[in-house]
């Protein structure tokens, strides 16, 4: 996105990040073998910098869904919330759903809606696709109009990476903790989950955004394709207040013009006045002053 006024435009928009927080996004495979959620963060990040000025809202799922952040337009919390995201706690973690926050971002769309209907929605999905739940996945599906842009985005790659386990406490990668081990097959060892791009597509079909996969080192221009706020103001007619075209600087040019045409005809109207009207007042102080000084003449004679 460039050019002032695109970036002037940004100020009245509102991006959603619904970032997939489940024990697969920190699969060892973005990059060079680093977790997938170390991208997810870049990501998040290179976006608020091309939308400056915009609000932005948090949320994450594994087995529940939150608002990590409400809507802001300090990126600084952003960068500080993103910083901080980690993976649910291992024993926690009894299976989670890639939908699992459409219910809470519906909400969170309605509420932007109804507050500030003017302002486009831009929802960005960030995850690898990796159902854990028994369960088919409930479409993610929203209300028509409520998400104007945005994109999901893919992360991982089909050979999978493992796991480190979360154990609730701070143990990075200095080996303080364990991988998750494979437990549907008698073999064990490490798991490994791999990303699931058919549902990822499907999922960006339902939102009606473009689906990118991202890999260590890519432009940012492809997550921005359907993201562009002049773009999402041009929507077709009846599409609502959010497709409305701005067009009160017609009536402001009128408003001007008629008023330098009465500025016109106003000072055509003062040259053409009489300059004669000036004239007797300016002759008349110098016969009054004639007169007195006879006077004064003839009372000293």
């Known amino acids: 996105m460039a050019g002032g006024s695109a970036q002037a435009a940004t100020t009245d928009v509102n991006v959603f990040f619904v970032v997939d ?30 939308l400056a000025g915009a609000r932005f809202s ?21 960068d500080t919330a993103v910083g901080v995201l980690q993976p649910q706690v291992t024993t926690f973690s009894k299976g989670s759903s890639v939908t699992a926050a459409r219910k809470l971002l519906a909400e969170r ?15 960005y999905y960030l ?5 854990t739940s028994a369960a088919a996945p409930d479409a993610i599906k929203v209300d028509g109009g409520l998400a104007n842009g945005g994109a999901v985005l ?14 609730g406490q701070r143990s ?21 989950l791999v990303i699931d791009e058919g549902r990822l597509r499907w999922i960006a ?25 002049g773009e999402l103001r041009r929507a077709p007619e009846g599409a609502g207040l959010d497709g409305r075209t701005e067009l009160y600087w017609i009536f402001a040019s009128g408003a001007f013009l008629l008023g330098l045409r009465e500025a ?9 006045l009489p300059r004669a009207q000036a004239i007797p007042n300016a002759q008349a102080i110098p016969v009054a002053q004639e007169g007195t000084a006879r006077q004064a003449e003839e009372a000293r004679t």
Not at 172 to 192: F, L, P
Request: a negative charge; proline letters at 5%.
């Open 21 to 50: 927080t489940s024990s697969s996004i920190v699969a060892e495979d973005f990059g060079n073998r680093s977790p997938r959620l170390e991208g997810v963060r870049q990501d998040i990040m290179a976006i608020a910098g091309e």
């Open 58 to 78: 948090l949320l994450t799922f594994d087995s529940n869904a939150v608002v990590r952040m409400p809507r802001t337009t300090d990126t600084t919390a952003l």
């Open 109 to 123: 769309l309605r509420a932007a809606r109804d507050s500030h209907p003017e302002r486009p929605r831009l929802v």
């Open 127 to 131: 995850g690898d696709g990796e159902q």
């Open 154 to 167: 893919g992360y991982g790659m089909a050979e999978g990476g493992r796991m480190q386990e979360n154990t």
């Open 172 to 192: 990075g990668n200095d080996g303080g903790a364990g991988y998750i081990q494979d437990r549907t097959s008698g073999s064990g060892g490490d798991a490994r």
């Open 205 to 229: 079909g339902q939102l009606g955004v473009p689906y990118v996969h991202r890999s260590a080192g890519d432009a940012v221009a492809p997550m921005m394709q359907a993201a562009d706020p």
């Open 264 to 272: 016109f005809l106003l000072l055509r109207h003062w040259r053409r």
